[in-house]
């Protein structure tokens, strides 16, 4: 964020008074119990980065649902282990998904502290290591195509081409954005929600590229996106933290917590998109919840895009919330 910034306002002070944070990040996530050292399949040391939370009590901020998930458990130490691997799935943001569960059965099965996560290794752009496929997690998940938003990726054309085939085949992409997970859980970061961090990560890890196939599919991602945003908002008369991808301008719940309106990463996400791609005229943008092979069956209503960033800026407007 902060060389993006750069990157735009050529602000050099603002750079420099940001470095001592993010080196205290960078050494955060490469010191202590959050390095690990893994033997490659040459044989070779590397240091890698997990989520490993500092804490082994029931989080203060769902403590009563902490204890009830742990109520099963007899054993102090058990519980113990429990409550940091739950602490653990919500240091990593997505709380909770399948991602972190040895199966899909529950919390009791996470394992969170045992994952080296392909995101947050790609974001403190760690190598990339060739792994033992028995001890790889072989479900798909939309961060295996969050490296696609790094340079060291995006710039090779016929790798980039390899991940735009395999996230085509994946299943993750579906009529409103993008899946979390293809894992009906019933928690939030699964299937069917769609999130704006992960939508924006991968079309700009698409668009980067510079690759004409590359490019199309990252707009096709970003209309659907907008406009699923757009068809909640209507109804709504508020922007939402997640979406269902499965059916236009359809919201679902999972997870601990009703699905939280405003919201600050949805109203970017959509203003980046139609800064990147704009809205043309023509298109028109209200759909009905049926669609056929990857078409949507769109009602007679032509919205512009001046209507499509109104919705998006009146949202960011009153929550005062853009990133």
């Not at 490993?52 to 403590?63: D, F, I, L, Q, V």
């Not at 394992?111 to 990339?128: G, K, M, R």
């Not at 735009?164 to 939030?188: D, F």
């Not at 919201?251 to 970017?268: A, D, I």
């Amino acid at each position: 964020m902060v060389y993006e910034i750069y990157s735009r306002t050529g602000n050099m002070d603002f750079a420099k008074t940001s470095l001592p944070a993010l080196l205290k990040e960078h050494h955060f996530w490469n010191s202590g119990f959050h390095s690990v050292s893994i033997l490659d399949a040459e044989g070779c040391n590397c240091s890698l980065s997990r989520y490993y939370a500092m804490w082994n009590k029931p989080r203060p901020e769902s403590s009563t649902i902490d204890m009830e998930t742990a109520s099963v458990l007899s054993n102090a130490s058990e519980k113990q282990h429990l409550y940091r691997e739950l602490a653990t799935g919500a240091e990593t943001g997505w709380d909770f998904s399948s991602r972190w569960m040895r199966n899909a059965s529950g919390l009791m099965t996470l394992a969170t502290t045992s994952i080296i996560p392909v995101d947050i290794n790609a974001y403190i752009l760690q190598d990339d290591y060739t792994w033992d496929a028995s001890n790889q997690n072989r479900n798909i998940f939309a961060s295996n195509f969050i490296p696609l938003s790094i340079e060291s990726f995006n710039s090779d054309l016929k790798l980039v081409e390899k991940v735009r085939q395999s996230l085509q085949r994946s299943g993750l992409v579906c009529a409103a954005g993008i899946a979390t997970s293809l894992t009906n859980s019933g928690q939030q970061w699964d299937f069917p929600n769609g999130w704006a961090p992960l939508q924006h990560l991968i079309v700009e890890g698409l668009v980067c590229s510079g690759s004409k196939e590359a490019t199309s599919m990252a707009e096709d991602i970003a209309v659907r996106w907008i406009r699923t945003n757009y068809v909640a908002y209507k109804k709504m008369n508020a922007m939402v933290e997640k979406y269902d991808v499965e059916k236009c301008g359809e919201l679902r719940r999972g997870g601990e917590y009703v699905t939280q309106t405003g919201f600050g990463w949805s109203n970017g996400v959509v203003l980046a998109f139609l800064e990147e791609f704009g809205w043309p005229k023509d298109l028109k943008i209200d759909c009905y919840m049926t669609f056929y092979s990857e078409d949507w069956i769109l009602t007679d209503v032509c919205v512009t895009q001046t209507d499509i960033l109104t919705s998006a800026s009146s949202a960011a407007a009153r929550t005062g919330a853009f990133l």
